[in-house]
């Protein structure tokens, strides 16, 4: 399915020098914040206090938090679990007060605004769970990348394989980045987010790579710079549908879906956009920088000794 098809291929590669100068400052500057601030981290990861409060009617999470927030918390996780009367919260770890008191402390408010409040459940969370969490986030990531490598190096080449583990990695650190710089909280969602972004760029890449294997077996007289030009614009089409439809959808998780999935969709959001930058003009730039030929994606038929490469029985003895 195709809205429009472009007759005259665009050369994308023309600028692949300038793009990717552009990608490196964009990644380096990523990795300066991500050492210089650092990511912040939510209650997941650095240990806290998480409460269960049951009503006896349905509560608006949002006025819980802001009845929360009043009380000098910054960012607090509230949202629903069981049905709409059950609330779960996760408070982060304040400095001398204990997690006894915090619970007081929020309980007090809350009844304040609605009586029937009561607390079910209490319960702190360790930073020791915080670390194995983060190892374990790390040892995903880590699986992941080495899965997608393995994938393209049999599916293609090593060339392709290395060039796109490069760019869905940029993808990462750029993600990883814009939390650093702009101290947007950090949790086991968008850390879901950023491995769900890693296996959609792959997806992009396998689309053009596929079709710049097939262009090498259709034009023979292309060179590889035009090769891999054609293959990009020819998916165009098909990438405007499905990254479109697709952001459509995290955008209605953007604007509807609460404070519990603002930043995964924002970490979705961000990895789409660069998904789709690095798929066509980091991954692609990478592989012909690194030599990617016409022998290494097809195969030359071998030659039988009267010269004719289909016929099977060709150089047999009678």
């Known amino acids: 399915m195709e809205f429009f098809r472009i007759h005259k291929t665009i050369p994308f590669m023309r600028h692949a020098k ?4 552009i990608s490196f400052a964009t990644f380096a500057l990523a990795i ?7 990511l912040h981290l939510s209650v ?6 998480v409460m269960e409060v049951a009503y006896q009617q349905s509560v608006d999470v949002g006025k819980v938090r802001e009845t929360i927030g009043k009380l000098g918390y910054a960012e607090v996780q509230v949202q629903n679990y069981g049905s709409s009367r059950d609330v779960q919260i996760r408070l ?7 997690s006894a008191q915090q619970s007081a402390q929020v309980m007090d408010a809350l009844k304040a605004v ?6 079910r459940g209490n319960e702190f969370v360790g930073p020791q769970v915080g670390e194995e969490l983060t190892t374990n986030g790390i040892k995903a990531l880590a699986m992941v990348v080495v899965g997608i490598m393995i994938y393209l190096a049999f599916r293609f080449e090593w060339k392709f394989a290395l060039s796109t583990v490069l760019a869905n990695l940029h993808d990462v650190v750029i993600i990883l980045g814009f939390f650093a710089f702009f101290q947007w909280e950090f949790s086991l969602a968008v850390l879901a987010a950023v491995l769900a972004v890693l296996g959609y760029s792959v997806n992009e890449s396998v689309v053009i790579f596929d079709r710049i294997r097939e262009n090498f077996r259709r034009y023979r007289k292309m060179t590889t710079v035009e090769t891999i030009d054609n293959a990009i ?3 165009i089409s098909r990438t405007i549908i499905t ?5 459509l959808v995290v955008l209605s998780m953007f604007f509807f879906g609460g404070p519990t999935l603002h930043y995964f969709a924002l970490a979705l959001t961000i990895g789409i956009c660069f998904g789709i930058y690095s798929s066509c003009f980091v991954a692609a730039a990478i592989a ?8 290494d994606l097809v195969k030359t038929p071998v030659k039988r000794d009267d010269g004719d490469p289909d016929d099977p029985n060709a150089g047999a003895a009678v």
Do not use: C, Y
């Open 92 to 98: 982060p770890v304040q400095k001398g007060q204990t």
């Open 44 to 49: 997941e990861f650095t240990g806290g206090t």
């Open 243 to 247: 990254h479109g439809s697709t952001q």
């Open 233 to 235: 614009t020819s998916t």
């Open 18 to 21: 300038v793009l990717n100068i």
């Open 114 to 119: 609605d009586s029937t409040a009561v607390l």
């Open 288 to 295: 012909m920088w690194l030599g990617i030929k016409r022998e």
């Open 32 to 38: 300066f914040f991500l050492f210089h601030r650092g």
